[in-house]
């Protein structure tokens, strides 16, 4: 089992900016890829950015704002979002694909963050 766990969402106004960290722990042989989505009200969840083995990817929408990081030594990923507004308000859930040490491939999600951004 691998549990995340995702922490700094929180209400900010246009133009702000937030750090979202997402800690992965469990029986974690190797991480493959640790992403960022997220799901606003009426809409379905969508990739928001992911770092495959240090190749990053973003959704059309958030680059040039966000930028997403691993700490590979604390199984940690970051979303540093900047230039929030208030399309960007949804709750922001961390995912990971792992190898666990069994050697089956795992993918888990996050309870979410809220990130509201307010006009």
């Known amino acids: 089992q691998v549990h995340l766990v995702e922490s700094g969402g929180e209400l900010v106004q246009a133009g702000g900016s937030l750090r979202l960290s997402c800690v992965a722990s469990?029986?974690?042989?190797?991480?493959?890829?640790m992403a960022w989505y997220r799901q606003a009200p009426g809409k379905q969840r969508e990739l928001v950015a992911a770092d495959t083995s240090g190749s990053t990817r973003y959704a059309n929408s958030v680059k040039g704002r966000f930028g997403i990081s691993r700490d590979a030594a604390k199984s940690t990923v970051y979303l540093q979002m900047n230039s929030l507004n208030p399309e960007d308000t949804a709750v922001y859930y961390c995912n990971v694909i792992y190898r666990a040490w069994t050697g089956t491939v795992g993918n888990s999600w996050g309870q979410g963050t809220q990130v509201t951004v307010s006009s």
């Open positions: 469990g029986s974690i042989l190797s991480i493959n890829t």
